[in-house]
C-alpha cells in the first residue's frame, strides 16, 4: 500500500533502532513473564475451557499451557482469522493495508491446546458445560469466557453494515475491511469538505478512545489537504464529558477547542437516514437531527447474545443492562461461579476494554486458576489498568494510562508525558504497539 503520509516515512526510520529499546523497557518493567520451567509446571488433569479464542482467549490459553502440565485445555471459537483490532485505525487513517490487522488464529494457538473450531452456542455455568453450534457438549472444571462484545448496529435504525464505504458513511469497528472502506469515505470528505460527524454509543465500550481518535485524524487529513475551512466537524458526546478520566477529557476539550471542533453534548445516536444524510440522537430536550456528508458510526456494544442469555450476567446495577460477566473487579473470578473467570471485553468491571488491559487482566486470573488447582490463594488484583494511545494528529498522541480511580499510571515517567501530544506516544502506536500485543497472545508479554 503506498503511504498516504511519505513525510512520515524517514522519521519512522530514524526512530526504529531507538524504539525496539523502549519497548524491551516496557517489557522488563513488569509485561514480560519467564514461561515456567518443566519442574515448576504443576500437574493436574483439570479440563479448563476457553470461550472465545480472540486476543483475551489466546493469552489465557499461552500462559496456562506454560504453568500447567497435564491440564487438557480447549479453546472454542469458529473465527479462523484473528484481528489486531489496534490497527484498525491506522488502516481508517489510510497508514496501513487492510492485511496488516488479519492472521490466522490457529498460529498463537500453543501445540498442547485444543482448537474447537465451533461457536459457543450455549454456557451452562450450573452444569459445568459448554455447548457448540453443532450440539456439541464441552464439559469443564474451570471456564474461562473470553468471548469479547458484539456490535450492536440493529440498535441503530436505518443502519446495516452493507451501508459502510458508501455515502459518506463509514465504522471504523466493524472489521479491517470496513476500516478501509471508511478511509475511503474519509479521503473523498477531506478533499470536497461538508459536514463530519463523529459520536460514541451511551453503552461500555471497547477502546472508548477510538471515536476521539478518529475525529482527530480527520481534522489533521482536512488541514494536511489545506481544506479545513471547508469543513465543519461535530463530536456528538454520549453525556457531559468527552472521556472518562476527567483531566484527559478536560485535555480533549481543550484541543478541540483549539482545532475548531465543535461538541455536541448528551447526543447518543439512534437513527441514520443515508437517503437524507441525516443522523437522529436522543437528547435531555428530545430527539435532534444533525446531517452530515461524512459520519463515522460506532455502535451501541454488549456481551455477546450467549453470555447474555447464560446466568452469568450481573444480575443488577450498571453492567446488567448489556450482559455484561459479573466478575469481580480484582480476581475477574466469577462472583457466583468459583470456577468461571471473564477476561477481556466481556468482563462487567469498571474499566478495561483494551488490549492493554487483556495483557493485565489475563495474568491475574490465571494466577488466581492455578492456585485454586493448587489448592492455595493467590493474592494477584487487577487494578482497572487500561491504556489509550490516543491520537491527535497523523504522527502526533498522548499514551493515556489509568486505573479504576482514575490515576493516571504513565509507564515511562519522565520521558513519556500522559497529556502531551508527543511523537514517541505516536510510535508507541504504530510501531512497538503490535509486537508487544503478539508477545501477550504468546504468554510473553
Not at 456439541?136 to 458484539?150: C, M, S
Not at 460527524?197 to 476521539?212: D, H, I, Q, V, W
Not at 483549539?258 to 430527539?287: C, E, Q, W
Not at 499514551?399 to 514517541?424: C, H, K, M, Q, R
Request: charged share 20%.
Amino acid at each position: 500500500m503506498k503511504d498516504a503520509f511519505p513525510g512520515l516515512l524517514d522519521r519512522r526510520r530514524l526512530l526504529l533502532g531507538g524504539i525496539g529499546a523502549l519497548t524491551s523497557g516496557a517489557l522488563a518493567a513488569g509485561a514480560l513473564a519467564t514461561p515456567a520451567r518443566a519442574d515448576e509446571r504443576l500437574k493436574t488433569k483439570a479440563r479448563i475451557v476457553i470461550a472465545g479464542a480472540g486476543a483475551a482467549g489466546l493469552a489465557t490459553a499461552s500462559r496456562l499451557a506454560q504453568r500447567l502440565d497435564g491440564a487438557d485445555i480447549i479453546l472454542v471459537d469458529r473465527r479462523r482469522e484473528h484481528y489486531y483490532q489496534p490497527g484498525f485505525t491506522l488502516i481508517a487513517a489510510g497508514l496501513k493495508p487492510v492485511s496488516y490487522s488479519v492472521s490466522r488464529t490457529k498460529d498463537y494457538v500453543p501445540g498442547d491446546v485444543k482448537l474447537i473450531e465451533e461457536a459457543v452456542a450455549e454456557i451452562d455455568p450450573v452444569g459445568n458445560k459448554v455447548v457448540t453450534e453443532s450440539g456439541r457438549a464441552v464439559p469443564y472444571d474451570y471456564l474461562v469466557v473470553a468471548t469479547g462484545l458484539a456490535l450492536d448496529y440493529g440498535a441503530i435504525a436505518g443502519m446495516d453494515l452493507a451501508l459502510v464505504g458508501k455515502n459518506g458513511i463509514g465504522s471504523v469497528y466493524a472489521g479491517p475491511e470496513a476500516a478501509a472502506a471508511t478511509y475511503s469515505e474519509m479521503s473523498r470528505f477531506a478533499d470536497t469538505g461538508g459536514v463530519g460527524l463523529f459520536s460514541r454509543p451511551a453503552t461500555e465500550m471497547k477502546c472508548a478512545g477510538a471515536p476521539l481518535k478518529y475525529t482527530f485524524i480527520t481534522d489533521d487529513v482536512l488541514r494536511r489537504r489545506g481544506n479545513r475551512g471547508k469543513a465543519e466537524i461535530i463530536y456528538a458526546a454520549q453525556n457531559t464529558g468527552l472521556f472518562s478520566v476527567p483531566i484527559v477529557s478536560e485535555k480533549v476539550r481543550m484541543l478541540f477547542q483549539d482545532r475548531g471542533v465543535k461538541v455536541a453534548y448528551n447526543h447518543v445516536m439512534t437513527a441514520l437516514d443515508p437517503g437524507r444524510k441525516i443522523a437522529t440522537f436522543t437528547t435531555p430536550s428530545g430527539p435532534a437531527e444533525l446531517r452530515f456528508d461524512f459520519i463515522n458510526v460506532v455502535p451501541p456494544m454488549r456481551a455477546p447474545q450467549v453470555v447474555r442469555s447464560s446466568p452469568l450476567p450481573w444480575q443488577s446495577g450498571p453492567f446488567a443492562a448489556d450482559g455484561w460477566m459479573e466478575v469481580d473487579r480484582a480476581t475477574l473470578r466469577h462472583v457466583r461461579f468459583p470456577n468461571v473467570f471473564g477476561v477481556g471485553d466481556v468482563a462487567g468491571v469498571p474499566k478495561g476494554k483494551t488490549a492493554a488491559s487483556v495483557k493485565w487482566q489475563v495474568p491475574v486470573a490465571v494466577d488466581h486458576l492455578v492456585a485454586s488447582l493448587a489448592g492455595k490463594t493467590s493474592s494477584a488484583a487487577y487494578n482497572g489498568y487500561t491504556s489509550c494511545p490516543l491520537i491527535t494528529r497523523i504522527g502526533q498522541a498522548m499514551l493515556v494510562e489509568f486505573d479504576y480511580n482514575n490515576n493516571l499510571t504513565p509507564s515511562f515517567p519522565g520521558i513519556i508525558a500522559p497529556l502531551e501530544e508527543l511523537w514517541i506516544s505516536w510510535v508507541m502506536k504504530e510501531i512497538a504497539l503490535k509486537p508487544t500485543y503478539i508477545a501477550m497472545l504468546r504468554g510473553k508479554a
